[in-house]
Nanobody, 122 residues
Framework: QVQLQESGPGLVKPSQPFSLTCTVS????????????WNWIRQPPGKGLEWLGY???????DYSPSLKSRTSISRDTSKNQFTLHVSSATPEDTAVYYC????????????WGQGTQVTVSS
């Protein structure tokens, strides 16, 4: 059973960078399997889910075009973690942030973290 757990700062001041980490257990983010992608998704208050980007087992990354200039994803293979980095936070970054695994074989999200709230406020 794969489990994902997000961790992050909670409260961020505008214009400051922040990072969120997803710790994965029960599965490896480096397993050489093109069936999966490890994603970041967020949900602003009162809005729908917004996909931010992903990283694959080989380190390949892809990002939402609307946020590509401000986001990046890295990984720590020794800790089986992947991290979302957001530069220059704005109030519009206030959201619940989720990490999730996309399963290409089934074309579906098969595992999600519980989510972590990030609030951008001075």
């Amino acid at each position: 059973q794969v489990q994902l757990q997000e961790s992050g700062p909670g409260l961020v001041k505008p214009s400051q960078p922040f990072s969120l980490t997803c710790t994965v257990s029960g599965g490896s983010i480096t397993t050489k399997d093109d069936s999966y992608a490890w994603n970041w998704i967020r949900q602003p208050p009162g809005k729908g889910l917004e996909w931010l980007g992903y990283i694959r087992h080989d380190g390949y990354t892809d990002y939402s075009p609307s946020l590509k200039s401000r986001t990046s994803i890295s990984r720590d293979t020794s800790k089986n973690q992947f991290t979302l980095h957001v530069s220059s936070a704005t109030p519009e970054d206030t959201a619940v942030y989720y990490c999730a695994r996309w399963n290409y074989d089934y074309r579906s999200w098969d595992y999600w973290g519980q989510g972590t709230q990030v609030t951008v406020s001075s």
